[in-house]
């Protein structure tokens, strides 16, 4: 020992990392793209961000004069310090094209960086660069969204042309562009497509030596992605072949099980092959996507945890490379030399491992890999720039995000040290959900949570029969009648799913005398046990969720997707409802001043009646009835005769709690009286005692009762959700990849029987071919079926009336526009109708005045965004619009004008979610506050405002 004195012993990685920072310093042609990086990180966060938009934009602006304007919309001028110069040059044509020059140049060069070339001559050029440095390639065709048949067909024989014509390829698939709309419902179709041209793909590299590596991409598709793999490389004609790759993403919370899962399935089959391990690309969408269905997010949310994993899973690739060609991608050079530590540990051979990094990224630590005798691989994109643009973004913010290694390295300009040291965990507080949280819905893209409720349908489907028993609850007593209907399933009326009660004039007038009794008592039940009856109402809906979603699948002909979204929004309304019922009635929001005390009271208006719809008939039912009962009304449900059994399930569940937790003699406060409008419906509207109705259906119910509502003495108190004839402008820097899906999604989902759903598109002249020949052509992936199979992506319309009055509108449609698009229309075994599109109708045509519950668009052309709004607001209705648009401009000039209650920006103009998106109309669409929304439960209240004055003798007391 040297004295007392102790070493300490720089750790092997740490001196590999300065190494490579050494080689890195000595060279500059990386300085281009670092000025433009630096350049960008002095702007901040929100000027980035619309930067980035501003260039995803920019392919797509078809009249080049648009660019400095978009531009200048994008940029937000009092924070900007060019902002002058933006309005500067939107104003003089010659500065202007100067700009607009140099904007474009940049995104060429951004382009020109990252994409080796606009088609596959120039990408060879590249290859050919790559080889004098021996260094290697994979190939990637740039290219996102597939929608349709034509596309996937594209990019399969693109895939294949270069397996054929190019010797010992390396190429690197996109699974997602061999099939049209991959995340859409017919799994197991989609599945054996895939697994099809995936084998033939492995074919014609077999026979010409090339390799082909799968890509991973979405969370949502990499369980399909493994399974088609796997299964495809199973088949014995592949036993001799392993020039396959695959990718685990090192941010997800599960690649270790990925990794551990793929092991074994080697070691089973006795296969080799190539395994790229990358820390993942859609980190910011993975996160916002489960934040916003409340799923538990995939990926790790640290970036040290990300980092770590990384290099255990690294650990594990070098430890078993028996059965993996270990191919590690990544730019962090503190990774980086951490792999290249621990193949020197291990003495693991130059030949049995990879690094890869990305075109344009790093350029210059590749030549330090390839020329110290690695193999280096360069992984290659091409194509054009607007197919290429969400590659492009992903790449700015992967050089911009603060956690990134680049950002830091070469931006922020962090020592070396710091950078190499061992990723170290930052002591999180665990995040405690506080406040109301969405019920979250299952996520049917796992094959787990469909194998469940199809083994689930398949035991208890059954029980839906002709012994099954529909009772009227009179009071909160089941009781039967003499005349009864049966509930149908509309995908195949001849099945019976219960034998419904109908009620008559004497279940009325006892529903409604019992209900007074106790009514007044109810009022002053103490808030807190309402609410706890209503959560544990909410509770009991989760634990049946799969048995409320087989009714609503049999019932009302929902796809499992819309029938589980439909259980949340009824729990939802429950627990949102007892939260909002704590704040609004314990809440005194007037204002006091001195010697003058201002209180609100709210009491209950007395009787209720909730009239519910077939096509929410568990949500909107339970949402109007809970609303009412905790302002302290009783409540008379009427529920549509379409669907009246899943309302009756859940209101035993709720009565049943309301008996437990506030007294069995509460009871009485619910009633539900199936029975005829025309018999039960009429006489309790215009019942006396009957104070507030809350309605949703159509229009023309709507306003019948509106009238008798405003006739009685005193007047009613009406709420109403009356429909709508909803529009979706499709502006002319749309990103279309998200409108077609968007518009598809919200006018044929639950075959457009949304009272929210899009019943006119409306396109700018600019994009209105472009925009109807895919969406045409997407529209053949729309398969409608038995919803009670998981394949098809809606089913039926609700019964034979619908299905004729549908017809009657499609023939009018007909007559009077061209049709360009049309499937299947029959009522043999269910009411199926399929989407039908039709253009060239006039603005005022009935068919797209009138309210239609069923699957028929009609497309417009706008001449400009004017003639959208006009063409859009031509309606008597105002529920739900929609705009895709890009432009910041546009997108506030429709937020100001479009008459709706409810306007959606590129996304889908339904779906609205307790809480987050308050749900109601304007014009001849809604009456009353919003659902869902804080102020809902006011529409059941009487309001009394106390003004006391406190002053005594020039005293005040507060
Ligand atoms: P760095 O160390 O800077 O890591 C950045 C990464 O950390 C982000 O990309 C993200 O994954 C993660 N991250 C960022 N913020 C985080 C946070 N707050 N918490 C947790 N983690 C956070 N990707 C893919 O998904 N599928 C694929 O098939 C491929 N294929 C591919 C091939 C090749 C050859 C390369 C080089 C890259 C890919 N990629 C990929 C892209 C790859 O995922 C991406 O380049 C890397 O994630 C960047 O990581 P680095 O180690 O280079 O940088």
Redesign the pocket.
């Known amino acids: 020992m040297e004295g007392n004195k102790l070493k300490t012993i720089e750790p092997r990685e740490i001196a590999i990392g300065k190494e490579l920072f050494a080689f890195l310093e000595k060279k500059k042609s990386f300085t281009d793209l670092k000025n433009v990086f630096l350049q960008l990180s002095t702007f901040d966060q929100k000027l980035q961000t619309q930067l980035f938009k501003f260039v995803d934009v920019l392919p797509s602006l078809k009249h080049k004069d648009s660019v400095a304007k978009i531009l200048s919309e994008y940029i937000d001028e009092s924070k900007f310090k060019v902002g002058f110069l933006v309005d500067f040059v939107s104003h003089l044509p010659i500065v202007r094209d100067v700009f607009k020059t140099s904007i474009e140049q940049l995104v060429a060069f951004l382009a020109r960086t990252f994409i080796c070339g606009k088609n596959i001559e120039e990408a060879k050029q590249t290859i050919a660069k790559l080889k004098k440095k021996n260094q290697f390639y994979?190939l990637d065709i740039l290219g996102e969204v597939v929608l349709t048949q034509k596309e996937a067909d594209f990019y399969y024989n693109k895939y294949i042309d270069l397996l054929q014509n190019i010797q010992e390829l390396n190429i690197?698939v996109k699974l997602s562009a061999l099939v049209p709309q991959i995340n859409k419902n017919n799994f197991e179709e989609k599945k054996l497509v895939l697994k099809h041209r995936l084998a033939n793909l492995f074919r014609i590299a077999k026979k010409n030596s090339a390799t082909v590596?799968v890509?991973?991409?979405h969370y949502e598709t990499k369980e399909l992605f493994f399974a088609v793999t796997k299964e495809v490389l199973q088949d014995p004609e592949f036993n001799d072949f392993d020039n396959v790759g695959i990718?685990i993403?090192?941010?997800l919370k599960d690649s270790k099980k990925d990794f551990l899962t793929w092991l074994s399935w080697l070691k089973l089959h006795q296969k080799k092959i190539t395994i790229?391990l990358?820390?993942?690309?859609?980190?910011d969408y993975e996160q916002a996507h489960a934040l916003q269905k409340n799923w538990a997010v995939p990926?790790?949310?640290?970036?040290?945890?990300?980092?770590l994993n990384?290099e255990n899973l690294v650990d594990l690739a070098l430890n078993n490379t028996e059965y993996f060609r270990p191919?590690f991608?990544?730019?962090?050079i503190?990774?980086l030399a951490y792999i290249l530590k621990v193949v020197e540990a291990k003495q693991i051979s130059k030949n049995d491992f990879e690094i890869?990094?990305?075109y344009g990224?790093l350029d210059d630590l590749k030549d330090y890999f390839s020329q110290k005798g690695f193999c280096l691989?360069?992984?290659l994109p091409y194509g054009e720039l607007l197919p290429g643009m969400s590659y492009l973004v992903?790449r700015l913010l992967?050089n911009t995000?603060n956690?990134?290694?680049?950002?830091?390295g070469f931006i922020d300009k962090k020592s070396k040290e710091e950078l190499l040291q061992a990723p170290s965990i930052k002591k999180t507080n665990l995040q405690i959900k506080r406040g109301f949280q969405n019920s979250p819905e299952i996520d049917f893209s796992l094959e787990k949570n469909r194998n469940k409720f199809k083994n689930y349908l398949n035991t208890n489907l059954e029980k839906l029969n002709a012994e099954r028993i529909c009772a009227l609850i009179v009071a909160g007593k089941m009781q039967e009648s003499f005349e009864s209907f049966f509930t149908i399933n509309p995908a195949k009326h001849d099945q019976v799913l219960a034998k419904v009660f109908k009620a008559n004039i004497e279940d009325c007038d006892l529903a409604i005398k019992e209900a007074k009794k106790v009514q007044k008592d109810w009022q002053d039940v103490d808030l807190k046990k309402k609410v706890m009856a209503f959560r544990e109402t909410a509770q009991e809906l989760e634990r049946q969720r799969l048995f409320f979603n087989m009714l609503l699948v049999s019932e009302a002909g929902k796809a499992w997707q819309e029938a589980d979204a439909e259980v949340c929004e009824a729990i939802d309304f429950l627990n949102y409802y007892a939260d909002s019922a704590l704040e609004t009635f314990n809440t005194n929001k007037l204002r006091s001043l001195p010697g003058e005390r201002n209180t609100n009271r709210y009491s209950a208006l007395g009787l209720s009646l909730v009239i519910s719809p077939w096509n929410f008939p568990l949500a909107i039912m339970l949402g109007m009835t809970s609303a009412s009962l905790i302002c302290g009304n009783a409540v008379i449900v009427k529920p549509s005769s379409q669907t009246p059994l899943v309302a009756y399930e859940a209101l035993m569940i709720l009565l049943n709690n309301i008996s437990k937790y506030c007294g069995s003699k509460y009871k009485a406060v619910l009633s539900f009286l199936p029975g005829s409008g025309a018999v039960i419906g009429d006489y309790l509207i215009n019942h006396k005692d009957i104070a507030c109705i809350a309605f949703t259906g159509s229009n023309e119910t709507g306003m019948h009762i509106n009238e008798a509502a405003i006739k009685a003495r005193p007047v009613k108190r009406f709420i109403a959700e009356m429909g709508g004839k909803n529009p979706i402008i499709v502006e002319r820097t749309a990103d279309l990849d998200e409108a077609i899906p968007g518009v598809i999604y919200s006018a044929f989902g639950y075959s457009g029987q949304k009272c929210s759903a899009c019943s006119r598109v409306i396109i700018e002249e600019e994009i209105y071919e472009d925009f109807k020949t895919r969406l045409v052509e997407a529209i053949a992936e729309v398969k409608y079926g038995d919803p009670l199979n998981f394949e098809f992506y809606s089913g039926p319309v609700i019964d034979q009336n619908a299905f004729k009055n549908i017809n009657l509108y499609i023939d009018l449609a007909k007559k009077y526009g061209d049709v360009i698009a049309e499937g299947i229309n029959s009522n043999e075994k269910g009411f199926f109708i399929e989407p039908i599109i039709v253009e060239n109708l006039a603005a005022d045509a009935i068919v797209t005045q009138e309210e239609i519950f069923g699957p028929l668009l009609a497309i417009y052309k706008a001449k400009d965004l004017d003639d959208a709004l006009k063409l859009a607001n031509n309606t008597e209705y105002g529920l739900t619009a929609g705009l895709f648009s890009r432009s910041p401009e546009a997108i506030e000039y429709i937020s100001n004008n479009i008459e709706a209650g409810n306007f959606y920006i590129n996304r889908p103009c339904t779906g609205a979610i307790v809480s987050r998106q308050a749900f109601g109309g304007h014009k001849n669409s809604s009456i009353g506050l919003k659902a869902g929304g804080p102020n809902y439960l006011l529409n059941f209240v009487l309001e009394k405002t106390i003004t006391e004055n406190t002053m005594r003798r020039g005293f005040a007391d507060d």
């Open positions: 994979t690197s590596n890509d991973t991409e990718v993403q090192a941010y790229r990358v820390k993942g690309a859609y980190w990926v790790f949310e640290d970036k040290a945890l990300t980092d990384y191919a991608a990544s730019h962090n503190r990774s890869q990094m990305l990224m691989r360069v992984y992903r992967e995000a956690d990134s290694f680049l950002k830091q």
